[in-house]
C-alpha cells in the first residue's frame, strides 16, 4: 500500500501538489501507526511460565 501511494504521489507531482501532499502525510501516519504497534509488541512479550500458567487454567 505504501509503495502505490509513493508511486501515486510521484505521478501526481506535476499536476496536483496538494494531493501529493495529502497521500505523502498518509503515507508517514501508517509508518508512525505500525512502528507504535511493533514497539508495544516488543514492550510486551509474555514469559514461558506466564504462557505456561495461562494453558493450565484454560484446561482446569
Given amino acids: 500500500m505504501i509503495t502505490i501511494k509513493a508511486e501515486l504521489a510521484e505521478k501526481l507531482l506535476e499536476k496536483r501538489l ?4 495529502e497521500e505523502l502525510r498518509d ?12 514497539i508495544v509488541n516488543d514492550l510486551y512479550q509474555k514469559s514461558l511460565n506466564e504462557v505456561l ?8
Avoid: H, M
Fill in 53 to 60: 500458567l495461562e494453558q493450565n487454567k484454560k484446561l482446569i
Fill in 27 to 38: 503515507i508517514a501516519s501508517r509508518q508512525n501507526l505500525q512502528l507504535v504497534r511493533d
Fill in 18 to 21: 496538494q494531493q501529493v501532499v
